[in-house]
């Protein structure tokens, strides 16, 4: 009878955050394993690389961070909806900072064009929920789409908390930075409300 693992997927990529957490995004695989107190052998029995467990790492904790993303876009008032989807980066950047500096070890585009064995589709997958709930948002507030107004929409939502939000991502997020967060996607939401009322 085979002896269980000792390890999961999960515990590997929570040492993999771990690592990332503590020495950067160079984080080496002996530091993985450091913190998973295992021997690096452990490490590679489940993943193949080290580039596939870190993308590994990347999806996860994009997964975890579109929980309360989707949360926030299916309120039924989409000014609010679009709202909390901005403010839910800050937020989750505060709570989570281990998760949200693991969110930056790569960009979308970047990974797919050098995805390891096997997860190529996943990454170029991962964030279509995510852009269907902003979709039926701004239809559900603003009416038909049109380029313009998915784009404000990404703006608004992705765009402008993620670049407030990360000079201080894997550190403390101050409070403050939320009302700074609301007053520009108000703004655009000010946009978007234009560009319907004109036609």
Known sequence: MARPAKFSDDDVLDAARAAVASHGKAASIAQIAAALGAPVGSIYHRFPSREHLMARLWLRSIEEFHVGLLEASEADDARDALLQSALHVSRFCRKEPATALALTLYRQPELLAAAPSGLADHVRQINDTADAALAACL??????????????????????????????????????????????????IGLLDADAGSR
Do not use: K
């Open 139 to 188: 239809r559900r507030g603003w009416g038909r789409l049109t380029p313009r107004r998915t784009r404000l929409g990404m703006i608004a939502s992705r765009q402008l908390p993620y670049g407030l939000v990360r000079p201080y991502v894997g550190g403390a997020v101050p409070d403050w930075l939320d009302e700074v967060i609301e007053a520009a996607v108000l703004g655009v």
